[in-house]
């Protein structure tokens, strides 16, 4: 097991859980990696403040830093933690979150409610293949109950009167942003924009033929890059305290002492 990889999955809504499991597996093999879920009830308003407040209390219990890993919506909020708590993270891994955080497949429904003269079915149904691809009905009804049932517990904080912004911008601890390569939610643009903001170290990866939870279809492939991603950053810091030792040495020969005489 890396001694370097001790990471923490977060999970805002307990229905997308299903599609995190695969990826957690896998780097369970290799790495000691823990999952954080909020759960948004019914008869409290949408605030992620709390939701942040109840993370950081987490956090500050732990030992050490950990590296932080979120999918979608579950990934904001982990960049969101970053900006406000880095010395409490190793690293930040975003799957699926564009460099304009608010833009999300929730914000994307919510848009296609107001063009669309349809029932909330049809545009759910619509949702469907723009985030798994084409399906058969009977499975794009399943997937679009699922939606639902998300849309209904969702921390998001969007909605059919409005739409939040929230700020972009990167972080100062090191960043993995993925994406699917047929992920029309973060397109190429809302992908690339993330270079503005990459520091020596930070890494961008595209998932070869994914969509927007191709961390559920291809979790081995996305499990060895985020490894090696924090084995990188293990030697890293690894050579940095090297480097740091050093100019603490005194050269052979040499007293270290300014007051032998």
Request: glycine residues 6%; proline residues 5%; aromatic residues 10%.
């Amino acid at each position: 097991m890396l001694n370097t990889s001790n990471g923490l999955w977060l999970c805002v809504n307990p229905y997308l859980n299903r599609f995190d499991q695969h990826l957690c597996a896998q780097l369970g093999q290799n790495a000691n990696v823990w999952n954080w879920m909020y759960q948004q009830t019914s008869d409290e308003p949408c605030c992620i403040e709390t939701a942040l407040a109840l993370l950081h209390d987490y956090l500050e219990q732990q030992t050490q830093p950990l590296h932080l890993i979120g999918h979608g919506l579950s990934g904001t909020l982990g960049l969101l933690y970053a900006r406000k708590y880095p010395h409490h993270l190793k690293s930040l891994t975003l799957l699926s979150v564009g460099a304009t955080p608010s833009i999300n497949w929730q914000a994307h429904y919510y848009a296609l409610r107001k063009l669309l003269p349809c029932d909330r079915e049809i545009v759910l149904v619509q949702m469907v293949r723009t985030l798994f691809g084409p399906q058969q009905m009977s499975h794009a009804k399943c997937f679009a109950k699922l939606l639902e049932r998300v849309l209904d517990t969702e921390l998001t904080p969007h909605s059919l009167a409005t739409y939040a912004g929230l700020a972009k911008g990167g972080i100062t601890v090191s960043l993995l942003v993925c994406r699917g390569e047929y992920d029309t939610i973060i397109d190429p643009n809302a992908y690339q924009k993330w270079q503005q903001w990459l520091k020596p170290g930070d890494r961008l990866w595209t998932c070869p033929q994914g969509r927007h939870f191709f961390h559920h279809n291809e979790p081995q492939r996305c499990s060895q890059v985020i490894l090696d991603f924090w084995q990188q950053i293990g030697t890293l810091k690894a050579e940095q305290s090297m480097k740091e030792s050093e100019l603490f040495v005194t050269p052979l020969g040499k007293s270290s002492s300014s007051l032998t005489r």
